[in-house]
């Protein structure tokens, strides 16, 4: 008899045991399973931070402009979570950055993240969009999925860039157990692979610069000709897919058909300049890959930067991505500064990512008290304001899943919530619109994203209050009107409320019976999550 009252008691005591869990994480989120012991290490940073720093103030003097003031740090946490994470930051993780006080916070977290595995899985993707595109190619020769992976194991691997480039443009085997070789592979259509495809992708992933109209004719505004095209094409001449994947042929050649003659003339592979840094031995996609990653390369170095920094800041420095012009005589600008500090510390894409998120400008607000447009124009042209830059479709899905969630949404979550969240970014990146490969372009928000975000099934299930959703938790696990509001604003935009922003919506608590308490918070997560600024990056 006591056995059956133990076992009836048990719901009702597991129901009481997970409301102080939640009463406990609507005020102070518990460590999560995934943080490191310790505090990160923190490189050092200092020397290379104020070159750039330095550099930006004697151009805000020489064009007499007063930048915008420095940003909070939580709204800086945000920009960086949505950076390389691709969501913000949970009211779990706020919760520790608040409790955090020791020197160099921002560094440190900085260095959380990037050792955070979501980092791997999500900057990987951002680089496979430059490197291979999005479309998934033809599945029994390309492989897009073990691309992806071998991308995120060299990020988590701290594998040095050069190395990963060098491997991509002259690795030899199939394309399922050499992940690498998917570069090529994805060039490959119609039985045949094309090297022309290959030649101007190269360029354009790792010099920076678009040179495909050279492929029928002179560049039209640069120096690029028809020649320095097929050139650098033969050098993929002798690859060639065969049993064993993909291999080098010595004895193959590539052959161009003469527009005049109508008949196949040999192209030798040659390089637009500096020969001399091609070496004596080795293939010749070898080579190749050997000539763009030479120390001496500074295309190299300077397309690397403004890629990295268009993925933290939303835009290129110089726009576009891919539309870098000679590298430029005199003294170093932006871009060389942070390629000589990427060579000088082996090619290390965190470090990179790190002398960038630790710079003034990346910690500059968004907003900047002129009311003159002309002077806010030219502010923006020399990033002394931060720029607004709306979210990307995964970024808007990732912070939106993350808002459902008072805990960390990561690997470690249940295999359920993880599974769900799979489907539903796959579903609502097709919908709200991808731009694929040219995601760094300059988006424009379209009326069907808008009523997607305000009607669609996700932001429906989202502001739902019900037990296992935040706005329900903190509906009825919040100590009071204040907490319920504040605690709402650190869940969806990762700040507090103004004093205007927060009479207001306790006011409508207020106003309203106990009962009407979870459809308050359903329309206040509503109006936050449609809110311009939950869709922006600031």
């Known amino acids: 008899m006591n056995i059956i009252k133990r076992i009836r008691l048990l719901p009702l005591a597991v129901i009481l045991g997970v409301i102080v869990l939640v009463l406990g994480a609507s005020r102070t989120a518990p460590r999560h399973s995934s943080d490191p012991p310790g505090l990160e290490v923190v490189p050092e940073l200092d020397d290379a931070v104020s070159k750039i720093d330095n550099l930006f103030e004697q151009d805000w003097t020489k064009n007499k402009l007063q930048p915008a003031q420095l940003a909070s740090d939580l709204l800086v946490l945000r920009r960086l979570s949505l950076a390389l994470l691709g969501t913000i930051p949970s009211l779990e993780e706020v919760r520790q950055f608040e409790a955090d006080l020791e020197p160099l916070k921002l560094e440190r977290w900085t260095q959380r993240m990037l050792d955070d595995s979501r980092f791997g899985y999500y900057f990987s993707e951002r680089l496979a969009r430059s490197l291979v595109g999005t479309e998934q190619g033809q599945f029994l020769i390309f492989r897009r999925d073990r691309f992806s992976n071998w991308l995120k194991d060299c990020l988590n691997k701290r594998t040095p860039y050069d190395e990963m480039v060098r491997q991509m443009i002259s690795e030899t085997g199939l394309w399922t157990s050499v992940p690498a070789t998917n570069f090529v592979a994805v060039a490959f259509a119609n039985e045949a692979l094309d090297q022309n495809k290959l030649a101007g992708r190269t360029v354009r992933a790792f010099l920076g610069q678009r040179i495909d109209c050279a492929q029928c004719h002179d560049h039209p505004f640069d120096h690029w000709k028809q020649g320095d095209f097929q050139g650098l094409a033969a050098f993929y001449g002798q690859v060639k897919n065969s049993l064993v994947g993909w291999q080098d042929f010595?004895?193959?050649?590539f052959q161009v058909e003469n527009r005049k003659t109508k008949e196949l003339e040999t192209i030798a592979p040659a390089v637009p300049f500096h020969p001399e840094w091609l070496p004596a031995e080795g293939t010749r996609r070898e080579k190749l890959a050997a000539w763009i990653t030479n120390p001496d390369n500074r295309r190299f170095e300077r397309a690397t930067a403004n890629r990295v920094w268009a993925l933290m800041f939303g835009k290129p420095f110089l726009d576009p991505v891919d539309g870098l012009s000679d590298p430029p005589e005199g003294a170093p600008d932006l871009l060389d500064l942070l390629g000589a500090d990427f060579r000088l510390h082996r090619y290390d894409l965190r470090?990179?990512?790190?002398?960038?998120a630790a710079s003034k400008a990346y910690r500059l607000d968004s907003v900047h008290p002129s009311e003159d447009d002309a002077q806010v124009d030219e502010l923006k042209s020399h990033w002394a304001v931060f720029p607004l830059i709306r979210l990307r479709p995964e970024q808007m899905i990732g912070a939106a899943l993350q808002a459902v969630s008072l805990s960390t949404t990561d690997q470690n979550s249940h295999?359920?919530?993880?599974?769900?969240?799979?489907?539903?970014?796959n579903d609502f990146v097709k919908e709200y619109g991808d731009l694929g490969e040219n995601e760094l372009t300059e988006q424009v928000g379209t009326i069907p994203q808008a009523l997607l975000r305000m009607n669609g099934e996700l932001v429906r299930g989202l502001v739902k209050s019900d037990f296992f959703k935040s706005s329900g938790r903190i509906a009825n696990m919040a100590p009071d009107n204040e907490s319920r509001v504040e605690t709402a604003f650190l869940v969806v935009l990762s700040r507090?409320?103004?004093?205007v922003e927060q009479q207001y919506f306790v006011s409508q608590f207020e106003?309203?019976?106990?009962?009407?308490?979870?459809?308050?918070?359903?329309?206040?997560?509503?109006?936050?999550?449609?809110?311009p600024e939950f869709s922006w990056n600031h």
């Open 511 to 531: 106003q309203s019976d106990v009962s009407q308490r979870e459809v308050i918070m359903e329309d206040l997560f509503w109006s936050l999550c449609n809110s």
């Open 351 to 356: 470090r990179m990512i790190q002398v960038i």
């Open 496 to 499: 507090r409320p103004t004093v």
């Open 250 to 253: 010595p004895d193959l050649e």
């Open 415 to 425: 295999l359920a919530i993880r599974t769900i969240r799979l489907f539903q970014e």
